[in-house]
Structure formats: C-alpha cells, structure tokens
C-alpha cells in the first residue's frame, strides 16, 4: 500500500509501506482523505515542530478519516463498512493530568503522526491503518466523509474557543487566517460571538475568514487599516508568530482573555509581559482537544459552509504537490490528500 513518509526536512517520499494487520483491541481502517496540517507542513520544510523533532522516517498526517475494514481480537466499534473519523490520541489514562480531566495534555499520549515521543507515533496518511478501536467515531447522518476531514483541526478551534471562556455577545479578534484560524471564526460564530475580526497579511487567507463568517478583515501589516478595532473582548493567537500574541495583548481589554493556539517557535519568545500585569490580561494556552471531536462532527454534520474551507483534493501520488499547495497560503486554505 502507498504511505506518505517524512525522512528529514524537505525529504517526503510516498512510498509502498507493509499492509497492516488489527491486532488486539485494534481497528483496520481504509483511509479516505487525510487533511494536510501546519505540522505537517513543518515536519516537511523544517524535520519537526515546536520542540518535537524527527529522528527517524515517520508517516504523516493526523487528519484522517475513512471506512472500517475490521477488528483484532478483543474489539469491538461500527461495524465493517461505517464511515468513521479516527480522534488522533491515545491519552495514558493514568497521569495526574487524565485523572483531572485534561487528557489533551496527558504526559504519555500516544498521538498520529508525531515526533513527541521516540519511537515515534506513525501516522494516518496511508491506504490503510491500524488504531486503538477506542479512537473510531462513526459520522453522523448526512455528513460525508470529505467535511468529516474537517473534524480534527475543528476539534483544535473548538478547544482554544472553550479555553476562551463565554464568547457569546462579545467582540473576538482572531489573528492568522489559516485552516485552524478560519475553524476558530466558524467555531466562535457556532458559540454566539457577535463580531469577529480576523487579522493575516494574506488577503486570500482572508478571504477565506469571510466564508467561515468573519465580520471584519484587517491587513495585519497595514496600521491605517479601517477595520482595526479600538478594542475587543477575547483574543484567540491563531498565527503562530509573536507579532500575533502582541496584536492580542495590545487589543484585548482590561480584564480579558488571550488564548495562544498557534505553536510559536521553538525557544523563548518576548512578548509584551507588563500588558499581562497592569491590565490584568488572562493568557491562556490551548493544546490539542479531547471530547470536542465529538462537537465538531455534530457541527459539522450541522453546517454545510465547512465545504468552503476545503480549497483542494489531491491523490496521495501528487503529495508533494499537495504539499507545496497547502504551503501557499495565497492559493489554498485546506487540502486534502485522497487514497
């Protein structure tokens, strides 16, 4: 069967990978579409992201979903032939962090496609792929599985969106408008949001905000930009990049919540620490999701306007080409890889 692999930065090879077998307690899934995602993007031009760093060949993608093919021994989940999105992570269970209730940030997840740990955790962008049967969410009634790709990075939004606390009837700002940063636009909406402002220096990229249901578009290099708001209630750092967590901590009022999602680089980053203190501003992290993969497929399902954010399906031949696409955020917002 064929595999997207990386070997290094700038290395990926599809290649043909050994056929996989369900063993106990496990799912045989044939995949569908795989989203191709930021840290996927890094892996490729750069050999890891944030702190996690490739150390062998490891199969991308994280973003799948697909149909059940069968069970190991000890197994059990819809049945042969269900349209299934697979949640990404195996939390342990056991930390004191699943025991609080934060799986998402449970110190010995197991999570596709990552070089958290070593060995690494191969990933889903394959034909077909073994998985913890645990990890299976049939789709629910009308949604395909081409929107269902979209579950995962919807999980993430949904995630920073809950970190932010009440959003209903506030004024959100969002800074980056990339795949994960229009989800969060989709998701605060979903959440009763009465305006959101979206910055990115892209204007495709915005463009791509106003389908997910932005109100305002601010050119993130432009000072004389209209749409600059005087202040706003929450901030979601969707970027990755300092310049964002500055632009949220200059705007967000006193007393308000900035939530970082975007992984910033890997190291130290300065960032405007006495607007924290004199103005009380709550700066919170958001990693990963746990039960909100469940939301987002109910949402999903709910919405068809997600199809917008779906800019191209490729064939796993061309990865590379999807890769380059995905890259270029003047062309593309999501691409799918499709087996």
């Known amino acids: 069967m064929l595999g997207c692999v990386v070997h290094g930065a700038g290395e990926l090879r599809v290649q043909e990978l050994p056929d996989p077998q369900a063993g106990p307690g496990e799912a045989l899934v044939a995949v569908r579409y795989g ?15 944030g702190d996690f760093r490739l150390r062998e060949p490891m199969v991308l993608g994280h973003e799948v979903v697909g149909t059940v093919v069968s069970y190991g021994p000890g197994a059990t989940g819809p049945a042969p032939g269900t349209p299934v999105a697979v949640h990404p992570a ?33 990933g889903g962008f ?11 969410r049939a789709l629910p009634d009308g949604l395909g599985l081409r929107r269902a790709a979209l579950a995962e990075p919807l999980s993430v939004a949904l995630h920073a969106v809950r970190r932010a606390g009440a959003v209903a009837g506030r004024h959100v700002l969002v800074t980056g408008a990339g795949p994960i940063g229009c989800l969060v636009v989709a998701a605060v909406k979903a959440a009763g949001a009465a305006r959101v402002t979206v910055t990115d220096l892209v204007p495709e990229a915005l463009g791509y905000a106003a389908v997910a249901g932005a109100d305002s ?5 432009d000072p004389a930009d209209a749409g600059w708001p005087a202040e706003v209630d929450v901030a979601v750092e969707a970027s990755g990049v ?7 901590l200059r705007l967000v009022r006193r007393g308000g919540v900035v939530v970082q999602l975007g992984m910033l680089p890997a190291g130290r980053t300065p960032f ?5 203190v004199s103005r009380e501003i709550e700066l919170r992290g958001a990693f990963r999701f746990d039960a909100e993969f469940d939301d987002a497929l109910e949402l999903l399902a709910a919405r068809g306007e997600f199809d917008g954010l779906i800019s191209s399906v ?18 593309a917002c999501k691409v799918l890889l499709e087996f």
């Open 90 to 122: 195996t939390p342990c269970g056991l930390c004191p962090e699943c025991a609080d209730g934060r799986a998402n940030v449970c110190r010995d997840t197991r999570y596709l496609g990552s070089a958290a740990r070593f060995p690494h955790v191969q």
């Open 126 to 136: 394959a034909e077909r792929v073994a998985v913890p049967a645990g990890q299976l």
């Open 314 to 331: 490729v064939p796993v031949a061309g990865a590379e080409s999807a890769f380059a696409l995905a890259a270029d955020r003047g062309r």
């Open 272 to 276: 405007a620490g006495n607007l924290v």
């Open 242 to 248: 300092a310049a964002g967590l500055d632009t949220c």
């Open 217 to 221: 578009l601010v050119r993130a290099d």
């Open 35 to 49: 989203g191709v995602c930021g840290s996927d993007l890094h892996y490729w031009r750069h050999g890891g992201v």
